[in-house]
């Protein structure tokens, strides 16, 4: 697919979806930008809107909740110089074993404009079976008791929760894709398309498309130069046979 011929054809509106160096730990930065970085780089490429989604608090890089009030002035900053940009404060919850199956609880909620959520590599016993079964022969049974375990915490997660964009499905974690999709369709939850992510790939996109979903295309940039990528996810969509008006944050030039 002609990629360039894309980018003339199609743009893409908002990028909900990005980190900044509030994901590190310590000195060690996580995400590259910071949040004025994004911001230009969001104004630069014409974006309507761009997100700040920092990770959860329960990963090794997660934001401080402490640091909320920092973000939020960062984020004001970044609206005085780009006025035409409207800049969220958002995060990338941890799908992990808590009550609401969250690592943001719902006290925590109404400190973001939203909340989207996947999962990571989390110091947590399911997430280091995760990553076994990811990088290692790993055998099949266990791979399948995963597989249901994972689906599991992701639909409760989304039943519980009002939750914007599921991220990267079926990455970092094995997943039984239909039960996920029809979960997604049942909460209105967005299926998100990850420019950086292997998944879900246009495989797992045929299994979504069957279900009443919309579809939104994310750049996950953990650098400012990778704010607002769109077009190999938006390739990878039509590859499946996505119609692109189920993808909400793509129109026609
Ligand atoms: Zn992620
Ligand atoms: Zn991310």
């Known amino acids: 697919m002609d990629i360039e011929r894309l980018k003339t054809e199609y743009r893409l509106r908002y990028d909900h979806h990005t980190h900044t160096i509030y994901s590190r730990v310590g000195p060690y930065l996580h995400g590259k930008g910071r949040i004025i970085d994004n911001a230009r780089a969001a104004a630069k490429r014409g974006l309507d809107s761009l997100a700040i989604t920092d990770h959860g608090p329960s990963d090794f890089y997660g934001l401080a909740l402490k640091r909320i009030p920092d973000m939020r002035r960062d984020i004001a900053k970044a609206k005085l110089t780009f006025p035409k940009l409207k800049v969220y404060l958002g995060v990338e919850a941890d799908i992990v074993d808590t009550p609401n199956g969250l690592d943001v609880s719902p006290a925590d909620f109404d400190k973001f404009d939203f909340v989207n959520a996947g999962y990571h590599y989390v110091p947590r016993c399911h997430m280091i079976h995760n990553?076994?079964?990811?990088?290692?022969?790993?055998?099949?049974?266990?791979?399948?008791?995963?597989?249901?375990?994972?689906?599991a915490r992701i639909v409760k997660a989304l039943k519980s929760n009002d939750i914007n964009i599921l991220t990267h499905p079926g990455d970092k974690a094995f997943i039984d894709e239909y039960a996920v999709a029809k979960a997604c369709e049942e909460t209105?939850?967005?299926?998100?398309?990850?420019a950086r992510h292997k998944h879900p790939n246009a495989d797992d996109l045929r299994i979504y498309k069957q279900y009443d979903v919309r579809f939104v295309i994310s750049s996950d940039?953990?650098?400012?130069?990778?704010?607002?990528?769109?077009?190999?996810?938006?390739?990878?969509a039509i590859e499946a046979g996505i119609d692109t008006d189920r993808i909400v944050n793509i129109e026609k030039r």
Request: charged share 25%; net charge positive; hydrophobic share 40%.
């Open 131 to 151: 990553w076994l079964s990811f990088h290692m022969p790993w055998p099949d049974f266990l791979c399948r008791r995963l597989r249901k375990q994972n689906t």
């Open 188 to 194: 209105g939850t967005l299926v998100e398309i990850n």
């Open 221 to 236: 940039a953990h650098r400012p130069k990778h704010v607002g990528r769109y077009a190999e996810s938006l390739a990878l």
